[in-house]
């Protein structure tokens, strides 16, 4: 059992599952042509090594030509001549090293589409996580995991095909050479050179793994503290922590230079040690084929073959403790990925589930009971119901459950107990794909993507038309702000949307919903960006747009609702008053109630 991190451990059978789970990518069964490249490598790589092992053989008798040894064993010197093996001994290299290139050559699509296919599988897999997992994953740790994880895989199937495999395969030939050339003594010393070489690389690979291990955690988390800073550069700079955040960032850096510093000594040790093994066992058959030159059983060729042999055993052993290495953190970084795979759906599609058939548009909340952790409890058995058309508005004071509503509407989530259904059809029952194609959603918090204006509000429709975006900006009245910029809608925006102001952004989150055109609107807070002047004209916009669709309208300011065909105060996860605006006042109860404190605020602040 080998342990990498904390309390988790990776066992051999672990290893095997992990490359279990990676042959698929090597050997796809839907793709006949990358199974033959796979064979075509193999073939290629074997006779790179028969070319690689014969070569000494023809050295040897090249040697044997020129110094006059007519030995019965150098009966194809004699045939070939001194020339010819010399020219056999050119051919021989050459072509171990031409096939090696091809091998390389015809493999490079197969590790490139395995490498595709998994970073497609991952990015489709955390896009599928429910979002109780992305508002608790770490962002800069998980694109670590990602990144490290698929460029494993390649790494592995490369490494363990053309670095263990042939090693392997070579140092078979090579006993098989000793063995026949020569005798089981030979055979016996470099099996025995080669048994305590792999030992002791294993150990301290073994012990250099744990150190790089904790490097990459110091590694990742110096990153995530990296990137959390920038994410929040205006919240560092409106603190003046610039210096404490330096500080946290470099308390990492400094956990990744300790390991880095030991990570170096024991690679120290570590070539040292192979280096004198090595030569051990070399001058140990290099004395072995003296004496049997001396003795005249041994020709000069023999002795320079030994010697080519050794030679060409040590070179891929060199680097076994590095590819030992890479494959094992190659397999923690996979076994991290393959986590990050295996962490289920939270909210998955039925089965054979049709698409939502959205006639009208009706909501409908019915006794439903949720919350977000299984000790909290967030709606105590809401039941509300929307009529196709309607517009209704959601209040009462943060923490209510005003917004759980939304993202139970867009199925963010499925309730514990309870229905929500669009015109009667229970949202568990048909596919997610469909049940967001029908809503928009404004979010009070507008994020864009780190590209232009017009791509962003484009995002609303695919493939929408310049015209359809600019006539979906002039209906959310940012359309002259647009023109007004010296790029125009090719403006960058910058990473989340920071080089607009947040009632820019707003409204170009209005305008993307818009561009969509759904036949139910959830407007989450959607103008608390907005100055009064602007925010008027949005919500005559809003008014337009939702004319013959339901609208779902979530707010704290009650003076942008009163024109709502119904507005419902929500409370302590339940609904505790439902109504006009008129109506509501005329009861006296919590909405007025609410109404006159913001009044008196408004008041107050004016």
């Known amino acids: 059992m080998r342990r990498d991190r904390g309390d988790r451990t990776v066992t051999g059978s672990a290893e095997i599952g992990i490359i279990r789970r990676v042959m698929p990518y090597l050997w796809p069964a839907d793709a006949p042509v990358i199974r033959l490249r796979v064979v075509l490598a193999l073939v290629a790589l074997v006779v790179s090594k028969l070319a690689t092992v014969a070569t000494p053989v023809f050295f040897k008798y090249a040697v044997d030509g020129m110094s006059g040894d007519t030995a019965p064993d150098a009966a194809l010197a004699l045939i070939l001549g001194t020339v010819g093996s010399v020219v056999a001994y050119g051919v021989l290299r050459l072509s171990g090293v031409g096939f090696a290139q091809l091998r390389d050559i015809v493999f490079a699509r197969v590790g490139q589409r395995a490498l595709r296919a998994l970073a497609l599988e991952s990015f489709r897999h955390v896009h599928a996580l429910s979002l109780r997992y992305h508002l608790s994953r770490r962002t800069g740790a998980m694109n670590r995991i990602l990144d490290r994880g698929v460029k494993g895989v390649e790494f592995l199937l490369r490494f363990l095909l053309f670095s263990i495999g042939p090693l392997v395969l070579e140092l078979a030939m090579v006993a098989v050479v000793l063995w026949i050339a020569f005798d089981i003594t030979y055979l016996l010393v470099v099996v025995l050179t080669i048994a305590v070489y792999v030992v002791y690389t294993f150990a301290m690979t073994e012990r250099r793994v744990k150190i790089r291990q904790r490097m990459n955690d110091r590694d990742q988390e110096a990153n995530q503290k990296a990137v959390d800073a920038l994410l929040n550069f205006e919240t560092v700079k409106y603190f003046g922590a610039e210096t404490r955040e330096a500080e946290r960032y470099d308390t990492a850096m400094r956990g990744y230079e300790r390991a880095a510093l030991e990570t170096n000594w024991t690679l120290a040790y570590l070539n040292f040690g192979q280096s004198a093994i090595l030569t051990a066992g070399l001058v140990c058959v290099m004395v072995m084929a003296a004496l049997g030159v001396r003795a005249g059983t041994l020709t000069a060729g023999d002795f320079v073959m030994v010697n080519a042999y050794m030679i060409q055993i040590t070179m891929p052993l ?21 986590e990050l795979l295996d962490q289920p759906s939270e909210v998955i599609d039925r089965p054979g589930a049709p698409p939502l058939a959205v006639s009208g548009g009706a909501v409908r909340f019915e006794d439903v009971h949720f919350g977000y952790e299984t000790n909290r409890e967030i709606l105590h058995g809401l039941s509300l119901e929307v009529r196709a058309g309607q517009t209704v508005a959601l209040v009462g004071p943060s923490g209510g459950g005003k917004s759980t509503v939304g993202r139970l509407l867009f199925r963010f989530y499925d309730t514990w107990s309870g229905r929500v259904s669009i015109d009667g059809q229970d949202l568990r029952d048909v596919t997610q794909e469909s049940i967001r194609a029908a809503i928009g959603v404004v979010p009070q918090d507008t994020v864009l993507f780190n590209d232009t204006v017009g791509y962003n509000i484009a995002y609303g429709r695919h493939g929408a038309t310049r015209a359809e975006v600019e006539e979906a900006a002039r209906a959310a009245r940012i359309h002259a702000f647009i023109q007004s910029l010296p790029e125009g809608y090719d403006t960058l925006v910058g990473e989340r949307g920071l080089k607009l102001s947040g009632g820019e952004k707003q409204r170009v989150g209005i305008a993307r919903t818009l561009l969509k055109n759904p036949r139910i609107l959830l407007l989450d807070e959607a103008t608390s960006a907005l100055d009064t002047g602007t925010e008027r004209g949005i919500l005559e916009s809003l008014r337009e747009a939702g004319r013959g669709r339901t609208v779902i309208t979530i707010a704290h300011r009650l003076s942008t609702v009163v024109h709502a065909d119904v507005i419902v105060v929500i409370e302590a ?30 008041t107050a602040a004016a």
């Open 573 to 602: 996860g339940r609904v505790v008053e439902q109504g006009t605006h008129e109506a509501l006042m005329a009861r006296g109860g919590r909405y007025a109630g609410m109404w006159r404190a913001q009044n008196r605020a408004e």
């Open 318 to 338: 060199n680097f076994l403790g590095t590819v030992y290495r890479e494959i094992r953190q190659a397999l923690i970084d996979m076994r991290e990925l393959f």
